[in-house]
C-alpha cells in the first residue's frame, strides 16, 4: 500500500509540476496582430460587436475602417492626418512611419471624415499647467 501512495504522491507532483511548467511555456506574443485585417479581428474576438464608429490614423487602420462601414446601420468612420510637423509628428504618404496613403485615398472616395491636426487642431499639447 505504501508503494501506491508513493506512486500516487509522485505521480499528483509530476502534474504539479508539468501544470507550472505549462503555464511559463506560453507565448507571451499577442495571439493576433494589432494593425492591418488583425485590428478588426481583434475588436471581433475580444468585443464581439462591429463598432459604429471608428477612428484611424494610418494604412494600418484601413481594413478596421472597412469593417466597420460595411455594417448594416449609421455608421461613422474618421481618420486623423498627422500633418502639423512643427507641433507633433507627421506622417503622409511616404512616411517610413505610420503611413497614410490607401486609408486616404479610400476615406476621400468614400466620404468619411478626415480631420487634420494642422488645419482643424488649435491646439495639439497644452503648453500651460492647470
Keep these: ?4 501512495k508513493a506512486i500516487k ?3 499528483l507532483s509530476s502534474l504539479f509540476f508539468a501544470a507550472i511548467t505549462v503555464v511559463y511555456a506560453q507565448d507571451p506574443r499577442p495571439s ?18 462591429r ?33 502639423a510637423a512643427e507641433r507633433e509628428w507627421a ?6 512611419i505610420g503611413r497614410l496613403d490607401k486609408a486616404w485615398d479610400e476615406a476621400n472616395a468614400k466620404g468619411w471624415t478626415v480631420v487634420s491636426m494642422k488645419d482643424d487642431w488649435k ?7 492647470k
Design 91 to 96: 506622417y503622409d504618404r511616404k512616411s517610413d
Design 9 to 11: 504522491k509522485l505521480f
Design 32 to 49: 493576433w496582430n494589432d494593425d492591418g485585417p488583425g485590428k478588426a479581428e481583434g475588436i471581433n474576438t475580444f468585443i464581439g460587436l
Design 51 to 83: 463598432p459604429i464608429a471608428v477612428f484611424g490614423n494610418s494604412d494600418g487602420d484601413k481594413q478596421m475602417l472597412e469593417w466597420t462601414a460595411a455594417g448594416q446601420g449609421v455608421r461613422f468612420m474618421a481618420l486623423v492626418h498627422h500633418d
Design 1 to 4: 500500500m505504501k508503494g501506491r
Design 123 to 129: 491646439t495639439i499639447f497644452s503648453t500651460t499647467n
